[in-house]
């Protein structure tokens, strides 16, 4: 941290070039914009700007100005002040784009107050703020005679026409940088946005709920963490179709289900029908704005363990330390016989009541007490068959998943939550299969490793009956107040009639139904190559995020599970 905002009191302090800084300020611009974004240097003397994807700042200026401009340039992109329709009544006027970058400039700032740090919170001017409250209100105020000031030198300049540049770019993306392995039933039909209009978006602001992650700055969180590195295969079969690219054979698959002990409510309302096959949970079909009920059947299946399974884990990757931090404040008790820092006002009391002959009360010490968490945590883990493509540092997407889980559970478990793993693959909707790696009552020991180790990529994979019921194992068995479901998954929601609009709009509306019934949701995609534009489409709000490789997620994954549990606590008490 000192690094950028130096010691209080004092200058910023930096022993870096400038140009090193870019990074860690790209880290700094994708929290505060919750997408990914990066930081890059400019001519010197010219003002800061962006065009939605990167800010471009000049580095010989000093550091903290900067970082004021980069905190204004990525709460604009935040606040959606630059999105194109707004854009296109700025880009030939600059006057109209000064005003209106004053007034969204500071309501921007205000929006991120609980994301940024103190000092630069504090750039926003509370009394400006609150005339707006979209940026179609603060365009109505620019348009306006109303008096307006020039904007502070650290806002830097809105250049429309390379914000239009860069989203109609954007746009006109081609669909062979998505991942392969098309379905062919749909054609060339766009991917629509399907859902019933109900699904609440009030988690996207608080994505990252501070630029201060799990122990610190958000740690070794390169520009890099939300974008990809694995290129996909060139097969031609669908996604996790069970084919040469994926170099799996599903049918070694167990095929013992037992009863699913998990008995709750459907999405709808209606208890779900438990067969001795399993649990039926009904699925949504976004096309026609209704559930099928009853539509997929969910069962578990007992992990085999295979021989050859060891039970070695992979290099941890430091979640214990920002995970320790989550939920875990400090509770000072005043007036205590010992502790571990000096009771200012206790002791002075003392000391007037000794002066004045009294016996002095002893008590003059402060307690720190760390509060236990109540949490329970289920990870469901992809090992459909994209996960065995080939990922970021020569390993396959599925190696790289299983080190964050092992690493996730075990720092959950030994911070004492209740933490559980369940592995899901399916193929078609009547047997949808769900592993219990680790129950919530199991032990986490060396047969949960060789458990895991023996997990092979498979099959296809029905993601929105995968959460359905892993909610459902979390809300009956977690035992806590507090949840959390997190999905680690490549985002390619595909199965027999579970086509890609379809498929993304039931996963997007499963996680919708979690979060309403008050768990906490986080999507993971670990050193995969699905576009953001894809994850956004299956995801949908829900707190999601990309790591390029698993030593990325510490920086990150604090602040993640952060917002999703604050959401959650916001639904519980409003219901």
């Known amino acids: 941290m000192e690094q950028i905002f130096g010691q209080p009191g004092k200058a910023p302090v930096t022993n870096d070039a400038p140009g090193d800084r870019l990074p860690v300020l790209g880290m700094l611009a994708s929290a505060l914009a919750g997408r990914p974004m990066a930081v890059a240097a400019q001519q010197p003397g010219a003002p800061a700007w962006t065009d939605g994807q990167t800010v471009f700042i000049d580095t010989a200026a000093p550091a903290r100005e900067g970082l004021k401009s980069v905190a204004v340039q990525a709460s604009l992109v935040a606040a959606g002040s630059l999105d194109p329709d707004v854009v296109r009544r700025l880009a030939r006027h600059p006057r109209l784009a000064r005003r209106y970058l004053v007034i969204e400039g500071h309501r921007a700032l205000a929006g991120n107050a609980d994301v940024l740090p103190r000092t630069l919170a504090a750039m926003a001017d509370p009394d400006i703020a609150g005339r707006s409250d979209s940026p179609a209100a603060s365009l ?73 992650g799990g122990g610190g700055f958000i740690g070794k969180w390169l520009k890099k963490m939300l974008s990809s590195a694995r290129k996909t295969g060139s097969g031609g079969g669908p996604p996790g179709a069970d084919s040469p690219t994926h170099r799996t054979n599903s049918g070694r698959r167990g095929a013992d289900a037992v009863r699913s002990l998990a008995a709750t409510t459907g999405a709808d309302g209606d208890e779900p029908d438990v067969t001795s096959d399993g649990v039926r949970y009904p699925e949504w079909d976004g096309a026609r704005k209704a559930y099928r009920p009853a539509w997929c059947t969910v069962r578990e299946v007992e992990p085999t363990i295979k021989q050859s399974a060891t039970q070695a884990i992979d290099a941890a990757i430091g979640l214990r330390r920002p995970l320790a931090r989550l939920g875990m404040a400090l509770h000072r008790r005043h007036r205590q016989s010992q502790g571990d820092d000096i009771d200012i006002d206790a002791a002075i009391e003392a000391h007037v009541e000794m002066l004045a002959g009294s016996v002095p009360d002893e008590a003059v010490y402060i307690d720190s007490l760390r509060r236990r968490r109540d949490l329970s945590v289920l990870v469901l883990l992809d090992v459909s068959g994209s996960t065995a493509e080939p990922g970021t540092l020569g390993r396959t997407v599925h190696e790289q998943q299983r080190v964050v889980v092992a690493d996730l559970t075990v720092a959950l478990h030994d911070l004492g939550d209740r933490v559980a793993l369940y592995a899901y693959y399916s193929q078609g909707r009547s047997a949808v299969n769900m592993v219990p790696v680790k129950r919530f009552d199991d032990h986490l020991d060396a047969r949960f490793v060789r458990r895991l180790n023996s997990l092979e990529p498979g099959a296809y994979s029905r993601l929105g009956a995968a959460i359905r019921h892993g909610s459902t194992v979390l809300e009956t068995h977690g035992g806590t107040s507090r949840r959390l479901l997190v999905v680690i998954s490549d985002g390619l929601a595909y199965d027999h009639g579970y086509e890609r609009a379809y498929g993304a709009a039931d996963a997007r509306r499963a996680l919708t139904e979690a979060r309403r019934r008050g768990t906490g949701c986080v999507c993971l995609t670990i050193g995969a190559g699905t576009d953001l534009k894809s994850l956004r489409r299956v995801f949908g709000s829900t707190a999601h995020a990309t790591v390029a490789r698993p030593d990325q997620l510490a920086g990150v994954i604090g602040p993640l599970f952060r917002s999703a549990l604050r959401s959650a606590e916001v639904r519980r008490r409003v219901s």
């Open 140 to 212: 109505d105020i620019a348009t306006g005679k109303s008096a307006v000031d020039e904007p502070p030198p650290e806002f830097g300049v809105i250049r429309g026409a390379k914000i239009l540049s860069a989203s109609a770019r954007a746009e006109k993306k081609p669909d062979e940088d998505q991942p392969g392995h098309a379905p062919r039933s749909r054609g060339a039909r766009e991917l629509e946005e399907l859902d019933d209009g109900e699904v609440d978006d009030t988690d996207d602001p608080d994505l990252f709920t501070s630029p201060v």
